[in-house]
C-alpha cells in the first residue's frame, strides 16, 4: 500500500517567554529581561497512513494533536523531523483557524479554497455544493463575525469535503455542530472513505474513533505511546487518563479502586442467544468507597450494543477485596464476538474511578436465521 502521509521523527518546540517586567516603561529600561523557555510540544513523533485508511488521534488536553495536525497541513514548520504528503489535502483546523472575521461567509469559501490550492474558477464550479451542504444559504453574505460557531464549521467542513481532497484532517471540531449536521457530517466522511480516500481525526469520543477509524494513535505529552489497532489504543488511552486522574485526585485524599478479575462460575464467557449470564467482578479498594457499577458490550467492529447507566448500579465497597456479582437475565444477541468493559464510577456518575477495558470476551452462539446483531424477535401476522 502507498503511504498518503509519511511522519518522521517530528519535533515541535515552542518558545515561551516569561517577562519579569510587564509594562512597556520596565521593558524599555530592561530590554533583556526575562527569559525564554523551550517547551517540547511534539517529540520524536513517527507514523504513516496508507491510501484509503482512517486514522483517529487520541489524547488528553495538551497533548499536541492540533499541534500535530497543523505541522501536517503545513500551518506550522516542524522544528525537527519531515512530513511527507502524497495527494491533495484539506483540513478542518481548530475553530477560528482559517476564517477571516470581517468577511462575509461566501469571501471566505474563495479566501479558504485559495488555501487549499483552488482557483475562483474552480471554486465557482462547486459554490452552490459548498452552500447547499452547510445549509448556510441564508447567511451566506454575512459576515462571519456573526455566525455562530455551529455555523462556521458547517462552511468549513462543507467547503473541506467538497473541494474533494485525497487527504481529509479534521480537528475536533464535529463535536459543535447539532446532531443532525454531525450525523451528516459522519455520512459524508463514511463516503470519504468508501472512496478510498485518506482520513485524520482527532477527537475525545471514543465512539467516534470506534466507529470510524481502523487505527487510532495516543499522544502523551507530545509523545506518541500507541499506534495500533483501535481496541488497543482505546485500553491504553483510558487507562493512561484513569492513571492521571487518580494521580490528580490523590491530592484531595480520593480512595483508589483497581479492577483485579473478572470471572463466570463455569470458567467460560460461551453463551447461548437468549440464555442468561452471570460473571463476577473482583475489585479492591483502599479505603470504603461509595460508586457506580458500569459496563459496556461491544461488537468486534467496534460497535457500541449497550452501555449501562452511569448512576444505575450503586455499590459501596469497603476497604480491600469486594465482589460484584453482575447478572444478565437474557441475552438477546445474535452470534458473534463481544468485547466486555467494566468501571466503577464516583456517586454522581461523573467520573471514572476504575476501568478495565475489554476485562472479558463473550461468545454468543445462536443457530437461527435472524441477521444482524440483536434478536428482536418480531411476532408478525397478516390481518
Ligand atoms: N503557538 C504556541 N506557543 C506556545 N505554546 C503552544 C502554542 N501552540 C500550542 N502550544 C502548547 O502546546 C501544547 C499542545 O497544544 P495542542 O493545541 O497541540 O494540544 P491538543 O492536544 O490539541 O489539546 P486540546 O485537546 O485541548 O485541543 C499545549 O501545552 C499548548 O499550550
Ligand atoms: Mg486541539
Keep these: 500500500m502507498v503511504d498518503v502521509i509519511q511522519v518522521e521523527g517530528v519535533a515541535k518546540q515552542f518558545k515561551i517567554h516569561h517577562e519579569r517586567h510587564q509594562s ?43 499541534t500535530l495536525l497543523k505541522c501536517i497541513c503545513g500551518v506550522l514548520q516542524p522544528t525537527s523531523g519531515v512530513i511527507r504528503l502524497r495527494g491533495s489535502l484539506a483540513a478542518l483546523l481548530e475553530l477560528g483557524a482559517g476564517f477571516q472575521h470581517e468577511l462575509s461567509g461566501r469571501d471566505n469559501v474563495y479566501l479558504y479554497g485559495a488555501m487549499l490550492g483552488f482557483s475562483r474558477r474552480m471554486i465557482d464550479a462547486i459554490f452552490d455544493e459548498i452552500v447547499a451542504f452547510s445549509e448556510l444559504e441564508q447567511f451566506i453574505d454575512t459576515q462571519v463575525k456573526f455566525y455562530s460557531s455551529g455555523m462556521y464549521v458547517r462552511l468549513a467542513f462543507a467547503v473541506a469535503v467538497n473541494v474533494n481532497p485525497d487527504i481529509l484532517v479534521v480537528d475536533e471540531v464535529l463535536a459543535v455542530g447539532d446532531e443532525r449536521f454531525q450525523a451528516k457530517c459522519i455520512d459524508r466522511i463514511r463516503q470519504f472513505q468508501e472512496e478510498g480516500r485518506s482520513i485524520l481525526l482527532v477527537t475525545h469520543n471514543a465512539d467516534t474513533v470506534r466507529a470510524l477509524c481502523s487505527r487510532a494513535i495516543v499522544l502523551n505529552s507530545g509523545a506518541m505511546i500507541a499506534d495500533g489497532p483501535v481496541q488497543d489504543s482505546l485500553r491504553i488511552f483510558r487507562e493512561h487518563m484513569l492513571e492521571q486522574a487518580i494521580e490528580h485526585d490523590r491530592s484531595g485524599s480520593q480512595s483508589q479502586v483497581s479492577i483485579d478479575a473478572i470471572t463466570t462460575p463455569s470458567g467460560s464467557f460461551d453463551v447461548r442467544s437468549g440464555a442468561g449470564l452471570h460473571f463476577d467482578v473482583d475489585v479492591t479498594a483502599d479505603t470504603a468507597y461509595s460508586g457506580n457499577f458500569v459496563m459496556e458490550v461491544f461488537t468486534r467492529a467496534g460497535l457500541l450494543v449497550s452501555r449501562s447507566a452511569a448512576q444505575g448500579a450503586p455499590v459501596n465497597l469497603k476497604p ?6 453482575v447478572e444478565l437475565p437474557s441475552i438477546p444477541l445474535l452470534d458473534g464476538v463481544f468485547d466486555i468493559n467494566v468501571g466503577i464510577m464516583d456517586e454522581r456518575g461523573n467520573t471514572v474511578i476504575a476501568w478495565r477495558e475489554q476485562a472479558a470476551t463473550m461468545q454468543v452462539l445462536y443457530d437461527g436465521h435472524a441477521g444482524g446483531v440483536v434478536e428482536l424477535s418480531p411476532s408478525i401476522r397478516q390481518q
Design 24 to 66: 512597556l516603561k520596565e521593558r524599555l529600561l530592561h530590554p533583556k529581561s526575562g527569559s525564554v523557555e523551550l517547551f517540547h510540544a511534539l517529540s520524536e513523533v513517527s507514523f504513516n497512513v496508507a491510501d484509503g485508511e482512517t486514522v483517529g488521534i487520541l489524547g488528553h488536553n495538551g497533548s499536541g494533536k492540533s
Design 320 to 325: 480491600g477485596a469486594n465482589r460484584v456479582a
